[in-house]
């Protein structure tokens, strides 16, 4: 599977590496799934959310990959961070 230059640079980052990946290691979007769903989480009310933040984020998802989508909304729900083109940074 071929990754993005950006998604790369979004993967490396602690809170991935905690996860076990990396600058070497990508993710790819069933494992960043994966992360959000081990918490027991009801699957359509997470599939909800995400959508919905997803909507309400529309012009910066343009041109997004799944992945990158997926790692988004991970780190915005989980960690309370956005990617600003360049780093992650708390909102």
Known sequence: MTFS??????CDCEEVQCCGFG???IPNQSEVQNWI????????????DMYEWAT???P??????MEEMWLM???????SKV???QKWVKE
């Open 83 to 85: 990617w600003d083109g």
């Open 5 to 10: 230059e950006e998604y790369k640079k979004m």
């Open 60 to 65: 910066c998802m343009k041109g997004r990959s």
């Open 23 to 25: 600058p070497c290691k």
């Open 37 to 48: 769903f081990q918490y027991g989480s009801c699957q359509y009310k997470l599939l909800s």
């Open 56 to 58: 309400e984020n529309r």
């Open 73 to 79: 909304f991970y780190m915005w729900r989980d960690h």
